[in-house]
C-alpha cells in the first residue's frame, strides 16, 4: 500500500525558511516522479514543483522559481522542498504526491498535506 | 499553460440524482486528464485516469468520457458520501494544471 506523510509544516515569518519532508512507502520511489501540490486556505490546488524518479527533471512554478528547491533522496525514499524567501501568499497546506509514472503520468497517491503559514 | 475550464462551480444536487461535470482545456491533451474527490479537510483522491479509466477501489457509479479538449465526469447515482469538491488535472505536460474545482452540494 502507497503510503505518503509530510512534515515540516510550521508558522514562520516573511522572508523565513522551512524544509518540507516527505517520506514514502509501498512502491518502488525511485522508479517515480514526485510532485509538491499547494492549496491555499479556502482555494484550488496549484503543481509547485516536479521531480523526475532519478532525479535529473525537476520543473517548478513561476510563483516559486529562485525560492524554491525540490530534490530527493531515493535510498531514503525521501522527498524534500527546500523554501527559501517565503511570502505570505506561500501560505497553503503542501501535498507530497506520486506521480503515475516516470514523468508527467499524472497524480494517483498523495500525502495527508503538511500547513505552512508565512505570517508576522 | 495549458488552461483547464471547469464547470460548473458548484452544484446542488439530491441522493439518487446523475451529475455531470465538465473540463474543457486550452489545447488538445490527447486523453492525459484525471478526475479527483476532495473531502473537506482531506486530501485529493484519484477517481479517474487517462480521461476514462476508473482508479482500483473507486465505485462504478462514476465514470469519465472525452471528446476533443471537453472532458466529462458523471456520476450515475449520488450517493450521500459523494458530496465534496472535485477536480480535474492535465497531465499532458508540466505543468500540470487543475480545474477551478466544482462543489457538489445536497440540495
Known amino acids: 500500500e502507497v503510503h505518503l506523510v509530510e512534515s515540516g509544516g510550521a508558522l514562520v515569518q516573511p522572508g523565513g525558511s522551512l524544509r518540507l519532508s516527505c517520506a514514502a512507502s509501498g512502491f518502488t520511489f525511485s522508479n517515480y516522479a514526485m510532485n509538491w501540490v499547494r492549496q491555499a486556505p479556502g482555494k484550488g490546488l496549484e503543481l509547485v514543483s516536479a521531480?523526475?524518479?532519478?532525479?535529473?527533471?525537476?520543473y517548478y512554478a513561476d510563483s516559486v522559481k529562485g525560492r524554491f528547491t525540490i530534490s530527493r533522496d531515493n535510498s531514503q525514499n525521501a522527498l524534500y522542498l527546500q523554501m527559501n524567501s517565503l511570502r505570505a501568499e506561500d501560505t497553503a497546506v503542501y501535498y507530497c504526491?506520486?506521480?503515475?509514472?516516470?514523468?508527467?503520468?499524472?497524480?494517483?497517491?498523495w500525502g495527508q498535506g503538511t500547513l505552512v503559514t508565512v505570517s508576522s | 499553460a495549458i488552461q483547464m475550464t471547469q464547470s460548473p462551480s458548484s452544484l446542488s444536487a439530491s441522493v439518487g440524482d446523475r451529475v455531470t461535470i465538465t473540463c474543457r482545456a486550452s489545447?488538445?491533451?490527447?486523453?492525459?486528464l484525471g478526475w479527483y474527490q476532495q473531502k473537506p479537510g482531506k486530501a485529493p483522491k484519484l477517481l479517474i485516469y487517462?480521461?476514462?479509466t476508473l482508479q482500483s477501489g473507486v465505485p462504478s457509479r462514476f465514470s469519465g468520457s472525452a471528446s476533443g479538449t471537453d472532458f466529462t465526469l458523471t456520476i450515475s447515482s449520488l450517493q450521500p458520501e459523494d458530496f465534496a469538491t472535485y477536480y480535474c488535472l492535465q497531465d499532458y505536460n508540466y505543468p500540470y494544471t487543475f480545474g477551478q474545482g466544482t462543489k457538489l452540494e445536497i440540495k
Open positions: 489545447q488538445g491533451i490527447r486523453n492525459d
Open positions: 521531480i523526475r524518479g532519478s532525479g535529473g527533471s525537476t
Open positions: 487517462d480521461a476514462y
Open positions: 504526491a506520486k506521480d503515475l509514472g516516470s514523468w508527467s503520468g499524472g497524480i494517483d497517491y
